[in-house]
């Protein structure tokens, strides 16, 4: 998929952020809406079917936590990615955002340059020719193109990032995968979260899938098993 074909519906309160944001990422050939609150975002999202949603956090009536979470809760948009876009940096936000379905985090201010890389990472899936694969293990199906993991026969729908976490673990069964390595090959390298990022995203996989699947090596990281 080309940049000119990729929709970012950005989502704030403020109006010079979404100033700033629009002509930017205009200017880098990607189509932009904007809205400046979460209900609003939840229409016109349903309604232009985004690739991806900058979402602020701290907004009136109803805030990006709650919007994230409805629109996690609307299948037209289950291919959606949703990064948040905010000033508060703390944990906690962080962990609420991910626990809302959030596929990334990114903290303002942020120069241009950076937002954009950061940007083009969130879509390489979206921008890349990469093939869809499924990969089949121990009664558990991953269709990279839906990001909808099978268990035995019974479709379970993750974010992105939580998709992206298991096909990892997945891809190599029995192997101990490092914490900084699920971080850069999940996260990328250059993306900045909170200790408890990866934690968060193993413990909503168990909730859906079952204790079974990832073992814990404390002090070390995580790795598939049955």
């Given amino acids: 998929m080309n940049k000119e074909d990729i929709k970012i519906l950005i989502v704030d309160d403020e109006n010079d952020i979404l100033e700033f944001l629009s002509y930017n990422l205009k200017r880098e050939g990607y189509q932009v809406f904007v809205c400046d609150n979460g209900k609003d975002a939840i229409n016109k999202a349903k309604e232009i079917l985004p690739q991806l949603i900058l979402l602020d956090v701290m907004m009136p ?13 609307e299948k037209s948009l289950t291919d959606t990615l949703v990064a948040f876009l905010t000033a508060r940096n703390e944990d906690y936000s962080q962990i609420a955002g991910f626990d809302a ?38 009664g558990l199906v991953l269709d990279r193109e839906k990001f909808i993991v099978f268990k035995d026969g019974t479709p379970v729908s993750l974010p992105k990032k939580e998709f992206e976490l298991m096909a990892l673990l997945m891809s190599k069964p029995g192997k101990v995968f490092l914490r900084e390595e699920i971080l850069d090959k999940v996260w990328g390298g250059d993306v900045v979260v909170g200790d408890r990022t990866i934690d968060v995203h193993i413990r909503k996989l168990r909730e859906k899938l079952g204790d079974n699947y990832i073992k814990t090596i404390k002090g070390v990281g995580y790795k598939f098993d049955l």
Avoid at 66 to 73: L, P, V
Avoid at 115 to 129: D, K, P, Q, T, Y
């Fill in 61 to 73: 009536e109803l805030d990006g936590i709650e919007t994230c979470r409805q629109i996690r809760n």
């Fill in 101 to 138: 379905g959030a596929d990334d985090y990114i903290n303002k201010p942020i120069k241009p340059r950076v937002l954009l890389s950061r940007i083009a990472g969130i879509l390489r899936r979206f921008l890349s020719n990469e093939k869809d694969i499924e990969a089949e293990i121990g």
